[in-house]
């Protein structure tokens, strides 16, 4: 097929209509009406509307023009290459968006009006089967997720295990073995926080080497290294703790997934406000056990966090002493640490995997529609 190739602004009309009763910030659009997303990361987003409403006016709202078939128009601008140079124009630190001066210039493919809808209709087809691929995979993601969840329960409760088993009173933990005994963890644990030293003090961070943690090492499985480094001087004057390795790393706050994660600290270091270490007696605690039981507890933690319902969203140092958890015998907690670690391992390969397998449909269904829009493949012959 020969293809011409008008500018996107022969294609349609920008409408971003707005309602007089409304902010401005909303925009009207109708049915068959395209919306692509102005703002990143949405710059991938574009539909065919199939009624009238309104939207954010950070998506435009183009009406194709006659001899424009909507869906194919869609496909078009969702072309990778389309994307890339749309989103090499963005401008704007903080929320980067394109704009229709810049859009509307770019040359796109338009055929005859026949093979737009012959090449939306084999889109439809192959994206949808795609699709379903896709969303089958993500499903099966979420199920290894459970899995895993389910594996670090267990273990380190010991509900897997077929031995006798009592009653703790404690809803998050009901049953343990009976060997097993409930603690907190304040009795067993020095339990602080930290503080960021001043950051227009070049004397506290200036030639620093002591490594300085923040709470986004919380996503990591073993903190290895700083986020970044404090001198002597901040040490002594902000009176930083020192955390030896082998201590634990709970997230105090945040809204997202952070507050309540937890982690492995390999290195001596000094911590954020944000965070809370948990120094640990090796002979009571096996650090691996109880970085693992706290994450099978994650739920229970953001409850602690959450003020039971309330608004309270934080953990603190207190909550954390007070802390229940599950205390086997010093032997049984790094039996489990060895188990949970090898059995979570496999998983994570099973979803690092499938993960893979995601991204390589993602990209054989951009190809898709690249090659069709593009006239790559003749979609006559294809289906």
Not at 99 to 127: K, M, S, V
């Amino acid at each position: 097929m020969e293809h011409v190739l008008p500018k996107l602004g022969k294609f349609a009309t920008e409408t971003n209509g707005t309602q007089d009763e409304a902010e401005s910030t909303v925009n009207v659009f109708s049915t068959k009406n395209i919306l692509f997303g102005k703002l990143r990361p949405y710059l991938a987003k574009c539909v065919v509307a199939d009624s009238d409403g309104v939207c954010s006016s950070e998506f435009l709202v183009l009406n194709p023009n006659q001899g424009v078939v909507p869906s194919y128009l869609a496909a078009t601008m969702l072309q990778p290459e389309f994307i890339q140079v749309v989103d090499g124009s963005t401008y704007g630190a903080k929320m980067p968006r394109a704009d229709w001066g810049f859009i509307g210039q770019q040359r796109l493919p338009l055929p005859t009006e026949g093979e737009q809808q012959a090449i939306a209709d084999y889109l439809d087809t192959e994206t949808a089967r795609i699709d379903t691929l896709i969303r089958e995979k993500e499903g099966l993601i979420e199920l290894l997720r459970e899995w895993r969840a389910t594996v670090i329960s267990e273990l380190t409760l010991g509900t897997n295990l077929p031995s006798l088993k009592k009653a703790t009173g404690n809803v998050h933990m009901p049953n343990i073995p009976a060997e097993w005994s409930v603690v907190r963890l304040g009795k067993y644990a020095k339990i602080g926080n930290g503080s960021t030293p001043l950051k227009d003090n070049a004397d506290y961070w200036q030639g620093g080497t002591f490594p300085w943690l923040n709470s986004a090492v919380v996503n990591l499985d073993e903190v290895t290294e700083g986020s970044e480094f404090v001198t002597e001087a901040a040490l002594q004057a902000c009176h930083l703790p020192i955390v030896k390795a082998g201590s634990l790393l709970v997230a105090l706050t945040g809204q997202g997934k952070t507050r309540g994660q937890t982690t492995v600290l390999r290195i001596t270091a000094t911590i954020n406000q944000h965070l809370a270490f948990i120094a640990l007696d090796p002979e009571t605690f096996h650090c691996e056990y109880l970085h693992w039981t706290m994450t099978g507890m994650y739920g229970a933690l953001r409850m602690v966090s959450d003020g039971q319902g309330g608004t309270k969203g934080a953990l603190t140092c207190e909550d954390l002493s007070r802390f229940q958890v599950p205390k086997p015998p010093i032997e049984i907690q790094k039996q489990i640490a060895r188990q949970v670690t090898e059995e979570t391992a496999n998983i994570d390969k099973l979803t690092t995997h499938t993960l893979a397998e995601i991204d390589l449909l993602q990209e054989l269904r951009s190809v898709t529609i690249a090659d069709a829009v593009l006239g790559r493949i003749d979609v006559r012959t294809a289906t």
